[in-house]
């Protein structure tokens, strides 16, 4: 499988990141900011999506708004993944802190990606946004289940798109390399819209990271 990952456009937080007031003024679940659906927009024209045969998209706001010109691109549904988030999840205050925020629901969310569908073991509730503690470990974990569970369902030569963020497309590409979890995490920078291209084999052996930042 080669799987393709797709860190969101430009947030609203993204623009206010070095601001001293940026953990009182920050948004828990930011949309993209008017550039950033116009990049998005000029991203799913100009992309090279040949052979996407199946969309996944991160539960947050400024992902799926991301996913929804490119699944219309595509003429695909974009299935919603869980577990695919930022590190951290939804909380009111800056990374691992503060209190926790109730994630969108699937009528609020499908209202900026109508292609969006929503995880059935979901259905009829909203994501609990997923906050969690600031520790490399269970983000390793989440990142190694997420590949599992695309592994399992796409055991051929698929080539899937998920649309997912910065710190967590690190820990997937990590995940997907094999690197152990460490002190020492080798960093992986995704820009907005940049991609990352990892070859997976069906079973749980090492991959292969093709590009970043194409």
Known sequence: MKLLLIRH???QNNVIEDRPDYA???QPDPPLTAHGHACARQFAQDADLSGITRLYTSLMLRAVQTAAPIAAR????????ERAYEYGGLTTGPAGGFTPVTGGD???L???CPALIWPA????HPWDGGAEAWEEPLFHARATHVLNDLRTQHPGQDRVALITHHDFAGAL???ALGWPVTDTQPAFHLAHLG???LDLPADSRVGGLEWLNR
């Open 9 to 11: 456009a430009q947030s």
């Open 121 to 124: 073991h979901l259905t009829g």
């Open 74 to 81: 595509l003429n695909l549904p974009a299935h919603g993944i």
């Open 106 to 108: 699937h009528a609020s």
């Open 24 to 26: 009182q003024v920050r």
């Open 173 to 175: 590409i990590r995940a």
């Open 110 to 112: 499908r209202a900026h």
């Open 195 to 197: 991609t990352a291209q």
